[in-house]
């Protein structure tokens, strides 16, 4: 099967690159809505990957900026790549993510509407997986009919693709429960490193509050900035306690090759040094 991956992108230089090049052979193509203000290199690194390696499989579409709380301008970012998309499916494919077995992606057998991908988390360094507190199995691939488009705010707890001619203007998302959707969902067989919480504290932090400002709108400034400085996801630490049991784990698994292979060259877009002991 043909995945178009999808994502709309904003200062995600130091993975990006390696997002792509762990699975360009088999991937049908990659299509970014990137943030016009994106101002750490990630748009010269991508440019830099389409003319050297990724040619006409990458397509690189300059937006607007997109705030994550500005649902219809967010929305849009998702549609315009969706349009653009040639796959019989349709992935999202968070910049942070690396396909370990892309091998697997032409065997995907088309039929049913959407398909979940294996998640493996990690946290703080390339050793630490996130265990518990972390969705394992993700229902981010759909097939490219049906009015397919995206919905939902930033971090809300209904943000997903919806097929139009099929879930019409009702936008529920049900997790892991795949029974309760309207159409079936497969199993890819797909396995990804999620490398989620390896950023920045700085930017864990901000995106821990714009996800808990869009899940409690109502919510003051210091209440935000409370709970975010004490997430899991922030901290790295666990915790068993208001976020739900979080727990973190030592991995001897080997860090996929892409990273050693191209973190010279990559390196020399990014601001910011992350892939220490690589």
Not at 15 to 43: C, N, P, R, V
Not at 106 to 113: A, V
């Amino acid at each position: 099967m043909r995945i178009s991956g999808i994502a709309p992108v904003l200062n995600e230089c130091p993975w990006i690159g390696y997002s792509i090049l762990s699975s360009l052979e088999t991937m049908h193509q990659f299509i970014y809505a990137l943030d016009e203000g994106s101002d750490d290199g990630t748009k010269e690194l991508l440019h830099h990957i389409k003319d050297k390696y990724a040619h006409e499989k990458l397509i690189i579409i300059d937006t607007p900026n997109f705030h994550p709380h500005d649902t219809k301008a967010y929305n849009a970012a998702f549609d315009v790549c969706i349009e653009k998309a040639t796959g019989d499916a349709v992935m999202f494919y968070h910049p942070d993510q690396v396909i370990t077995n892309p091998e697997r992606i032409p065997e995907i057998k088309t039929g049913p509407m959407a398909w979940t991908t294996n998640m493996t988390s990690f946290a703080g360094d390339f050793q630490t997986q996130i265990t518990r507190g972390r969705a394992k199995k993700w229902k981010n691939i759909h097939a490219n009919q049906f009015g397919l488009m995206y919905r939902g705010a930033y971090g809300s707890q209904n943000e997903d693709f919806y097929h139009a001619d099929i879930t019409g203007n009702t936008y529920s998302h049900y997790g892991e429960d795949l029974l309760k959707y309207p159409y079936e969902v497969a199993d890819s067989q797909i396995e990804i490193n999620h490398y989620c919480e390896l950023k920045s504290y700085k930017r864990r932090l901000e995106k821990m509050k714009l996800c808990i400002q869009t899940q409690n709108p109502k919510a003051t400034p210091d209440w935000i900035e409370t709970l975010s400085t004490n997430h899991p996801r922030v901290t790295l630490e666990p915790s068993e306690k208001m976020f739900g049991e979080f727990e973190f784990a030592k991995t001897e698994a080997p860090v996929p090759e892409v990273f050693s292979k191209y973190k010279e060259e990559f390196e020399q877009f990014t601001k910011e040094v992350v892939l220490n002991g690589i």
